[in-house]
């Protein structure tokens, strides 16, 4: 009887081990979801918000307040749209290049004062696969994160890498000046994290609060 009873912890316990230790290192072979003039997602996750910018800023929290997008992305950019993937744990935490081009600017921000992204119930709801609009979080605006523009036929796309915590431990595999290939890889994210993607405003999003996306296969925008 003792036994059965401890089979559930420690099956749990294995189940996490696994999920930390292997799971999350996975990288399967996949095949360019885009045609020509289309954004495919920089990550897998849970499409946490998609908010235009509009004179330099964007809508963040229930308040609705103005964001500065540069403070949030960790480098200046145009107006046009915000999008926001969260890696949740059962994802995996490669990055992808989201267009074709060549990679303008790769800057690293440090955290100012380090703020988990999640709280405890949202990481649940994450889990659960529901959304979580963490835009106004402090975490967005103070935790580490990494900015990599690419210089695109459709304009400059950013993709900005923001870490769940304290670090942010990203390994990116891009450099200024490196041609890019829209489905290549951009950056490996060991503790998952948040994932912004700034798209010129004559691009139209096609992805929904709430959607799950998959890195290099889902479609997100196109002209």
Known sequence: MRLRRLFPLVAAGLAAVYVRQVHRFRDPVRVLGAADGEVVSPADG?????????????TAGTNGAAVPVQEVLGTAAEDGWLLGV?????????TYQPVSGTVTGVRRMDGRTPTPLLTLLARAALLAGRPTDVLGAPGTRNNERLSVTLGSDAGDVTVALVAPGAALDAMPYVKEGDRARAGNKLAFLPQGGLVLLHLPGHLTPLVTVGEHVTGMQTVVARS
């Open 46 to 58: 849970v499409v946490a918000f998609v908010r235009r910018v509009e004179a330099g800023e964007v």
């Open 86 to 94: 969260l890696i949740g744990p059962l994802d995996v935490h490669y």
